[in-house]
Antibody, heavy 121, light 107 residues
Framework: EVQLLESGGDLVQPGGSLRLSCVAS????????MSWVRQAPGKGLEWVSA????????YHADSAQGRFTISRDNSKNTLFLQMNSLRAEDTAVYYC???????????????WGQGTTVIVS | AIHLTQSPSSLSASVGDRVTITCRAS??????LVWYQQKPGKAPNLLIY???SLQNGVPSRFSGSGSGTDFTLTISSLQPEDFATYYC?????????FGPGTKVDFK
């Protein structure tokens, strides 16, 4: 069974930093691109960042560009999101998600974790 | 960025109803669109990929259609477990973008 387990969410002050982690199991991690998607309280889904299967290509939403860095450690089946200069508007549930289309350019998730909550206040 | 709109933003329906949700893209995206279902407090669940292909394990009452700029998600006979919020997402280009969602609740 494919499983994604996020951790690292916390309450942080504006301007602070957090590092989210997502441990994957049940599939060959390096064969799939991965994404982070967030959802602010009572709001819709917002794509944040994505990385190719080998980790060489990364993509960020404008809201994350320059502040967030996505990375992965394929030897540990783990995805990361380093978040710096956090703002109140970054408050959200952050989901780790496996791409449904393979290791190349990220397209769309087919499996999501349960989410980890980030509160910036 | 490609902007997605969904209509309606919410709808009230009864068990057994046929429900149709539309998603419109601000520019042509071929068939680079997926549909998700999300229930309160839960992660999204993939229903349809490539605009019209049914994800494994998803009931056949769900179907998708469309290409270019106009897309449709149809639930042929609404079941109690289908009351949820539905999102479309495009992957034709970065940034990946989601529609604002359509909430389906009890009439």
């Amino acid at each position: 069974e494919v499983q994604l387990l996020e951790s690292g969410g916390d309450l942080v002050q504006p301007g602070g930093s957090l590092r989210l982690s997502c441990v994957a199991s049940g599939f060959t991690f390096r064969n799939y691109a991965m994404s982070w998607v967030r959802q602010a309280p009572g709001k819709g889904l917002e794509w944040v960042s994505a990385v190719s299967g080998r980790g060489g290509d990364t993509y960020h939403a404008d809201s994350a560009q320059g502040r967030f860095t996505i990375s992965r450690d394929n030897s540990k089946n783990t995805l990361f999101l380093q978040m710096n200069s956090l703002r109140a508007e970054d408050t959200a549930v952050y989901y780790c998600a496996k791409d449904g289309y393979g290791s190349g350019r990220p397209r769309a998730p087919d499996v999501w974790g349960q989410g980890t909550t980030v509160i910036v206040s | 960025a490609i902007h997605l709109t969904q209509s309606p933003s919410s709808l009230s329906a009864s068990v057994g109803d046929r429900v149709t949700i539309t998603c419109r893209a601000s520019q042509a995206i071929s068939s680079a669109l997926v549909w998700y279902q999300q229930k309160p407090g839960k992660a999204p669940n993939l229903l349809i990929y490539d605009a019209s292909s049914l994800q494994n394990g998803v009931p056949s009452r769900f179907s998708g259609s469309g290409s270019g700029t106009d897309f449709t998600l149809t639930i042929s006979s609404l079941q109690p477990e289908d009351f949820a919020t539905y999102y479309c997402q495009q992957f034709n280009e970065f940034p990946l973008t989601f529609g604002p969602g359509t909430k389906v609740d009890f009439k």
